[in-house]
């Protein structure tokens, strides 16, 4: 996916919510809904730079996954 499509996702328990927050510990977009059972987790507006967050986390355990 793209940024820009990454950005536009919709949640899957709220269907009419757009995805607007990251949680890290969850490793989970979350609508502003569902962002409320995360308060006690580490969460980012989800923006370009959480999916490039997430991406960067994905080359590293792939590079792992793949030298075993």
Known sequence: LRNSET???MCDLHTSEKI????RDCIL???P???????KHDFVFADEG???EVRQQLKTLTL?????
């Open 7 to 9: 950005l536009k996702m």
């Open 20 to 23: 607007k927050y990251f949680c």
């Open 29 to 31: 977009g979350l609508c």
């Open 33 to 39: 809904e569902c962002v409320v059972h995360h308060a």
């Open 50 to 52: 959480a999916a490039f």
């Open 64 to 68: 792992s996954i793949e030298s075993k």
